[in-house]
């Protein structure tokens, strides 16, 4: 969704009488400007330097400061600030100037009051542009410092970026994966099932999770949590950890009893964002309606609905955040909409070295219990309230005859 704030523009001109003009005709036009004008080029500097600017334009004749010395100057504040110079002369001579020093863009005034629309347009075109590049910029920081690996392949299938933590799982440098075909990272006998499940999949669903096999430059191969997005631009993001340690002897040992266990039992791996669940047996699928396929890599909160209680669910997060082990029963809502009542236990589990590396949760549907105790209390609340409103005297007696109660 495009940002739907206005562009702030500073405007810098020593004829206050032009500015005054300029600023209402920009506003006019149908970009959506929020204009500052001012005579003053320091004052602009101090408008930058409070980050409160999306884009400068300025003249170029000024007697305190020159278009191209305030060029300077706001280049040494903010170095990637959008700046349009809009002088009343100069020529090429003044635009070669302008441009070997790093001026955004360029447009000389004219007479024609079709220049004001224009020159809005390429003020704004000029912010969007630096706040995506802004954007990416992040976005690139954020990627580099996971501690997932994470690249991006374009329509051929060629990684055109890779962070350090992805070439690392894979034994390569990250320059070294660039234009390489995604294949170099897979045994044979999986990229038919890359080629026919993943990527179309990923294609019409704009998404697949799950677990593949890695093949590293050395030619060893470990199993990895695979997550693959496709980005509005085409290009393929794909998330990968290594979790040949969940496929241990250990755990292969206790699998067996896992699945055959009458408890819905769930792994979430809270390394990851949002602390998705990465295994679930039989019962949990069972329990829930839903398939294996359908919760892998989500929140189990997907699980609540309008009739969930908030206090309830705020203890479990509340035990989570403290890596404390926590129970409470839940309204929770099978994949068809049908309520029923969920006993959750959770347990955080440490590594050798004592660090968390996953939380185990056990589900046990007591819908039967929970609406045996409703039928109860029901049942209570209506003979109380016979007995407190009988036209008969009523009174209770102990074995022993003593009197109880009395209506």
Sequence with gaps: MPDASPTRLVLVDDDQAYLDLLETALERTDTPLAVTATTDPERVLDIVDAGAVDCVVSDYEMPTLDGLALLDAVRDAAPDLPFVLFPGTGGEELASKAISRGVTDYLPKGSDTEQYAELAERVHEAATAARMERQQRRYLAAIETAREGISVLNDDGEYVHVNEAYADLYGYEPAALHGEHWTVTYPDEDTAFVREEVLPTARREGYWQGFTTGLRADGTTFREDHVVATTDGGDLVCTVRNVTDLNDRAFEMKLPAIEAAP???????????????????????????????????????????????????????????????????????????????????????????????????????????????????????????????????IEVLDATGERRAVN
């Design 263 to 393: 408890l819905g039992i769930a792994i979430s791996d809270p390394d990851r964002a949002d602390n998705p669940l990465v295994y679930v047996n039989d019962r949990f699928q069972e329990l829930t309606g839903y398939d294996e396929s359908e919760i892998l890599g989500r929140n189990c909160r997907f699980l609540q609905g309008k009739g969930t209680d908030e206090a309830a669910v705020a203890e479990l997060h509340a035990g989570i955040e403290a890596e404390e082990r926590v129970s409470v029963e839940l309204l929770n809502y099978r994949k068809d909409g049908t309520p029923f009542w969920n006993h959750v236990d959770v347990a955080p589990l440490y590594d050798d070295a004592g660090d968390l590396t996953h939380f185990v949760g056990f589900q046990q549907d007591v819908t039967e219990r929970r609406e045996r105790e409703a039928r109860v209390a029901a049942d209570a609340a209506k003979l109380e309230a016979l007995f407190e409103n009988s036209p008969d005297m």
